[in-house]
DNA sequence: ATGGTAGTCTCACTA
């Protein structure tokens, strides 16, 4: 079971891109953040075509998450609990029923906070993040197959960032967004990433300055397994080479292979 | 300190 998390940066300039990658990495669930599509206006026949049951969560113009999944759904939520009144489409939880059981994933859009100096910013992105970590705890209890997969926007350690010193004063990773991301692992996650590797990579490249071509990155896209995930984990990568095509997000995908049967 | 780029029913905002 291939499960892959992808900031797409906007589905509809991005179709034909995503078709193509659908057709070379062949996943079975995707995680898209960034659609910046209202539901109705999500390009879903191209990519039904291919297979997939699709779920959104969108907005217009900004933000909206969906899950693309070869099984079918057996359930869906909407939206992260424990504020009514946040409009933001950043959270959308599917629950798949697998050959080996069930399995539980969400695709989530962490708030960027920046600037730091506004609370209507980097307070929201602190307090989404304590939403997220009363949430996980009590889909922890369940103790099923659990991904959290997203871009986290934030990046959690210094060999993260390729120029670590010219983030210090950036949301992404000020030592509260830090700090938030370790506890809501230390609930009992692990990073699919950094179990396979300590080597640095990264997950996104400004569009601006040269950045792709200089190699000037940081990795905020992350998955988050349960244990009961984290027990079937067989590999995790980043496909890189994506940003490197025609028209590319600024992210690329972040996979893990699951056993699930 | 600035500007560099990209997407969106913008004429500004988000990232």
Redesign the pocket.
Known sequence: MKIVTW?I??????IDVLLHWLEESQPDIVCLQ?????DE?FPRLEIEAMGYHIETHGQ????GVAILSKLRFDEVNRGLPGDDEDE?ARFIEGVISTDGGVLRVVSL?L????PITED??FGYKLRWMERLERWAAERLALEEPLVLAG?Y?VIPQPIDARQPELWVNDALYQPESRGALRRLEYLGFTEAIRTVSDEQMFT?W?????AWQKNNGIRIDHLLLSPEAANRLASASIEKHVRGWE????HVPVAAELAFN
């Open positions: 900031n940066n906007g589905v509809k300039a991005r960034e659609i910046k599509s209202v206006g217009k113009g900004f933000n933001q859009y708030p960027n906070g920046n209507r910013k871009d926007n996104f400004d569009y601006q300055a040269g028209k590319p997000s600024d």
